[in-house]
């Protein structure tokens, strides 16, 4: 089974991912912030994409990507941004830490689905 591990500190987009992750049959497993998120990716043994908000109180998108980036264990975890369109300058900053894609917010369900299937696919 696919794992992701979605990490945002909104609980209404966290409910969207579930519901979006869980509709591909994919395990999904979620975090509130980039520390608890860091700590739930080092205790899932199969995570296959890990899911950053960029735009986090406390440890930023920036920061949870650098330390994800940094954990040897995670090396072959893809890993999807999601940063507000506004931010586009971001998206550079991102790919240059080592997110393999970005989505930009507001995003539709089925475009994020897409992606999701798109990154699997392309890394299996």
């Known amino acids: 089974m696919i794992n992701i591990l979605c990490i ?7 409910q969207i991912l ?11 497993f979620e975090a ?17 994409m890990i899911i950053v908000d960029w735009n986090m109180p406390g440890m930023s998108g920036r920061d949870t990507l650098i330390n994800l980036r940094n954990n040897q264990m995670l090396d072959n975890t ?5 940063i ?9 900053e991102a790919v240059e830490l080592g997110a393999n894609m970005y989505m930009l917010k507001p995003f539709s369900v089925n475009k994020l689905q897409d992606k999701i299937e798109e990154m699997i696919k392309n890394a299996g």
């Open 8 to 14: 945002d500190n909104s609980i209404t987009i966290r």
């Open 78 to 82: 893809l890993i999807l941004v999601l």
């Open 32 to 48: 509130e912030d980039g520390s608890a998120g860091i700590e739930l990716a080092n205790s899932i043994s199969d995570l296959d």
């Open 84 to 92: 507000r369109i506004e931010n586009k300058e971001d998206v550079i």
């Open 18 to 28: 579930k519901d979006c992750i869980l509709d591909l049959n994919y395990g999904f």
